[in-house]
């Protein structure tokens, strides 16, 4: 359970970290 | 199986949990981008700074409408207003968008009237052309100052602003016939407004091509073969401000993103061409990192309102 729980937690903040990059480089370059 | 069944609703969440980051990550982004263009606008908008009076009107049509923005000090003889025409590709956009809100607030908390002015955008039914709107904004303008007389605010010059399709409003209304507004404009800044509809600017490369996009934007019936003609040229001429400007035509301050993919990024030459060439004062501030949005280069959006200070203090006398 605590293992699921960490790749939960580190799916979200890659997948934050991938929208923060996207959007400053798309968004930003619009 | 029923850990097979648990893990496959692990990955299922897992991936629906991505897919909820990742928009998550852009709209903060986005936050950020905004936030960060306009920072040097911000002002803490009190009662003892100003006052918004929204939604009066100007004529009878659904979005002959206005904000205004006043500011609290009434004791003065005369203002100046800053006339404020927001974006959307003559097709949409409001006056209550955030660029409206931020320069107004902060535009009144320097002692200058503002108004932010909706007009009819183009549909695919009503045929409102680039015309229609200036003509829409030049009877707000007359409108507006009225109004401001009767509230206490008496204008005696304007200065007129905005961005992208704003932008190039911004410039018809300061340009195209300062005689018809109700007080001397002083001045035009403005951001990635098309300054130029030249047809082979915007990438057509047939005459087809060229009579559809002139035809969508004038609301004339051209043909292929029209193109060349005068009647064709004076129709782009009409709303290119490139073609109007002249020794009389007031200070410009221009802002434009090479990255644009919405404006073509040919169209501001011939503009910046006519400005040197008739010696008016102006200044072009490029965002070398951005496009549209200019939301590429913090020291430039900071460079360009420096300068627009600067601008409003040198060529505004209220």
Redesign the interface.
Known sequence: MKK?LI??IT??????????????NS???? | MKKVIVNILFAVICLIAFVVSVIVGYIMSAQYLTNRRYKYLNVNFTQDVGTVIKDLTYGEKPLNNYDLYLPADKDRENYSLIFFVHGGGFTGGDKSLIEAKKHGEYLASKGYVFASVNYTYATTENGVTINDMYEELITAANVIEKKCAELGYNLNEMAATGGSAGGCLAMLVGVKAPERLPVPIKLVFEETGPASFEPDLWGCETDEARVAFVNVLTGKKFIASDVGSEDYQEAIDEISVATMINENTVPILLAYGPNDKIVSAEAKYPLLNALKENNVEHKYIEFPNSGHGLLGDPDKTKEYYRTMDEYLEKYLSN
């Open positions: 699921k790749i939960l799916v979200i903040v890659i997948g934050i970290a991938t929208g923060l990059v996207f959007g400053l968004i930003g370059g619009l």
